[in-house]
């Protein structure tokens, strides 16, 4: 019985190490859903897991089906990441952390059943996903470039340098502001092979009252 109790510790910590390493990556892009939450999240789906699995064994008279818990754990999962999903304007963001609550439920559950190495490689994968390793090899041309501009006008300017240049927009937000001083944009763009876009750059940021906000990068992840 003492095995059996430090196995079951031994997974539910293994649960939180592998929910924690989903976490941490969406905490340090600042996202509402992070370290806590993905933690909990599989820490609760191994918990319930385990509690189908064994708790139940010593009734004779109650239906003992493992399955019928796992299913209400992924329908509850579904009512938590449903919170994380926000609508601003015409854009929805936050799908992807849904998607991550969704996920490291399911390595929860793994790790519960003992199935480690399945889980292991799901939480390396996932986190491959979030981190935009995929998106850096597959989407080569594909940009994020935030700016920081002072009022419309510059904003349109901004918009016919890129499109004199060939640079394809294909999303714009406006990012949430701390300070004052001037309108944080993101804009998704796809650039050509044969597009100096280090000068293309250069040539924004020259225009008064537009800035870097942050450095451009391969990624585009939410």
């Not at 490291?104 to 793994?110: C, E, H, L």
């Not at 901004?158 to 804009?187: C, T, W, Y």
Request: glycine share 8%.
């Amino acid at each position: 019985m003492f095995l059996q109790e430090y196995e079951i510790a031994l997974r539910l910590l293994l649960a939180c190490i592998l929910g924690g390493i989903v976490g941490w990556e969406r905490e340090k892009i600042h996202k509402p859903a992070g370290l806590r939450t993905h933690i909990l999240v599989a820490l609760g789906s191994a918990l319930f897991t385990i509690i189908s699995m064994y708790a139940f064994t010593s009734f004779v008279s109650v239906n003992k089906d493992p399955a019928r818990i796992a299913a209400n754990i992924v329908t509850g999962i579904g009512f938590l990441g449903a919170g994380t999903i926000l609508r601003d304007g015409s854009s929805i963001r936050g799908l992807t952390t849904a998607a991550s609550i969704w996920v490291v439920s399911a390595i929860g559950m793994a790790v519960a059943t003992g199935m480690y190495i399945m889980a292991l490689v799901t939480t390396l994968l996932v986190f491959l996903t979030l981190d935009g390793v995929f998106e850096r090899i597959l989407l080569k041309n594909q940009k994020l470039l935030k700016l920081r501009i002072s009022n419309e006008e510059r904003l349109r300017e901004v918009g016919e340098i890129l499109k004199r240049n060939q640079i394809a927009i294909k999303h714009v937000s406006i990012l949430p502001m701390s300070d004052s001083v001037g309108i944080p944009v993101e804009f998704k763009i796809n650039i050509s092979k044969k597009t100096n876009f280090e000068a293309v750059v250069k040539e924004i940021i020259s225009l008064e009252g537009v800035s870097l906000l942050e450095g451009v990068t391969f990624s585009t992840r939410r």
